[in-house]
């Protein structure tokens, strides 16, 4: 490990904000533990957008947005926005279903699952497992030859999902009257808007920059070992928000009563190990997909379109978990995600002797 | 897709996980857990149908009293107390259009129901509750062809245009179909 490395300590201080604004975002007002949720943001988005009629799940949340434009003037600034895309389009969008689905089962994306995790909540250690062994069996699937297609140079497409995440800014502030926002409920509970958007933005840049991503760290480190940065600036997020939870007094160790869990060990671990799977296979958890659509990568834009989609399905249908357990319909989906997976692995497999 | 051990190690897999769904499903279907959460939303769903019609029931409670005792224009002046709250409200509408019909002002009886039908079809739903479908069918029978002559005599008459298009929107929505 080169700790001279300049983008080694660009990717801990990342980590180390992430952590941070995790924790701060639910100080100010986000829903307890989930300061930072790309799946729960998602949900109360499209909740807002009325796509599904669960009241207590109907906010534009401004990180969302923030996330993607973020990643788009760093990747400008950069110089490393560049439209491209092309690789199996409608696995893409399958696949941000199926993260969602999973995202749903646990109550929460791989960021969640690491602010749970430092606050305390020992339900999350399950998620933990669950992720580890999904992106490992992942890695062995892209090992084994799975893959989804080399993305292309494209003109201009790289544009539709920031102008789509814009549109999305423009409607939080013109307030049209489709929009649904609830007033009882997790959505109900936000930080100021300034800082929600704020923090979108600066997460957004810091994680285009140093390519910050959960499931990327998980990836990284079961190949290189220690030598792997984004390894380290997952260590420095959950370090740095389980400071910061002792610090604020969110830290509450134990398994009853967590804030957005469930004692469903085997699902809990099922959901993430769906969503760590199917991560390794497209290159990148869901908030990583936000932020390469940002960067110009339209089959993350397409992953992202399925997450909108999932979003909604999993609500609409009641397929997501709460506090009281996950229901039937939740393990039937994620069975089925993760069947979905196995068979598009054999389908999109190179093999040697083809 | 046979080809090496990965493959019968996927296959394998994906046949398990085809059993484990068939198992869980049956396991669901058979408990009554799977039952009551879909009837819970069903229930919800007709919790907030009747509060809504309670509610409105509640509200338009002098007007309706009014409308059924044949005294239009004490329901008129009910129904434009309440409209000082909530001017646009679509049931309002409806009753400010079935009042004034049965006063002979069909013109702007027509304006109001189309208003209000537009923003709410189930008042004029057949199996909608506060339905008024009867009314409006009967007067879109018995004024179509009325507005029909009258524009055909002047092509100019803006008023009989403008309620013969209501009646034909009304029309329409009674003939049903897919909105």
């Known amino acids: ?354 | 897709m046979f080809v090496d051990r990965y493959d019968r190690l996927l296959w394998a897999v994906f046949i398990l996980l085809l059993i484990a769904i068939a198992t869980t499903t049956a396991y669901s279907l058979q408990g009554s857990a799977y039952v009551t959460q879909h009837n819970d939303r069903n229930l919800a769903r007709k919790m907030i149908e009747r509060a809504r019609l309670d509610y409105l029931a509640d509200l338009y409670a002098p007007v309706t009293a009014a409308l059924e005792s044949g005294d239009y224009s004490h329901a008129l002046l009910a129904l434009g107390e309440v409209q000082r709250s909530f001017p646009d409200e679509a049931y309002g509408q409806v009753l400010k259009g079935v009042i004034l019909s049965k006063m002979g002002a069909i013109d702007a009886a027509l304006e109001s129901l189309a208003a209000g039908i537009k923003r709410d079809g189930n008042y004029i739903d057949r199996n909608g509750s506060l339905s008024y479908r009867e009314t409006v069918a009967a007067l879109v029978v018995n004024q179509l062809p009325l507005y029909a002559a009258r524009v055909a005599n002047d092509a100019g008459d803006t008023i009989a245009l403008t309620s013969k298009r209501h009646l034909h929107y009304l029309q329409s929505r009674l003939a049903g179909g897919c909105e």
Not at chain 1, 60 to 80: C, D, K, N, Y
Not at chain 1, 329 to 341: E, F, N, S, Y
């Open chain 1, 1 to 354: 490990m080169n700790w001279r490395d300049r983008h080694l300590w660009l990717v801990i201080l990342a980590g180390g904000v992430f952590g941070v604004l995790g924790v701060m975002l639910s100080v100010w007002g986000n829903p307890a533990n989930s300061g930072i949720c790309v799946s729960c943001f998602l949900e109360n988005s499209v909740g807002a957008l009325g796509f599904h009629d669960n009241d207590r799940m109907q906010y534009l949340r401004p990180e969302l947005p923030g996330f993607v434009l973020g990643a788009t003037v760093s990747a400008l600034i950069g110089r490393e926005f560049v439209a491209r895309g092309g690789g199996a389009p409608l696995p893409r969008i399958v696949a941000g279903i199926l993260l969602m689905i999973g995202c749903a089962i646990f109550i929460g994306c791989p960021i969640k699952l690491f602010l749970r995790l430092s606050a305390g909540d020992l339900t999350a250690l399950a998620g933990v497992a669950g992720l580890i062994c999904g992106v490992w069996i992942g890695l062995q699937g892209l090992g084994h030859g799975v893959s989804f297609g080399q993305p292309l140079k494209e003109r201009g497409t790289g544009w539709i999902t920031p102008l789509f995440f814009l549109a999305l800014l423009a409607a939080f502030f013109v307030r049209p009257g489709f929009l649904l926002f609830s007033e009882r409920g997790s959505a109900s509970l936000h930080a100021p808007w300034f800082l929600s958007l704020g923090a979108g933005l600066v997460l957004g840049g810091l994680a285009q920059r140093t390519r910050f991503c959960i499931t990327g760290g998980i990836r990284d480190g079961l190949i290189l070992g220690r030598r792997a940065p984004l390894l380290w600036g997952g260590i420095a997020f959950i370090i740095s928000a389980f400071l910061f939870s002792i610090l604020v007094g969110r830290f509450n160790v134990g398994w009853l009563g967590q804030p957005g869990a469930h004692l469903e060990t085997v699902w809990n671990f099922t959901g993430m190990l769906l969503v760590g799977i199917v991560s390794a296979l497209i290159g990148g958890c869901p908030l990583r997909q936000l932020i390469k659509s940002g960067e110009g990568d339209t089959d993350a834009g397409l992953v992202v379109i399925g997450m909108l989609i999932g979003a909604a399905l999993v609500q609409a249908w009641g397929i997501t978990a709460t506090a009281a357990g996950v229901p039937s319909d939740g393990k039937i989906a994620v069975l089925t995600g993760l069947a979905l997976t196995v068979l598009s692995m054999l389908l999109f497999r190179e093999r040697e002797t083809e």
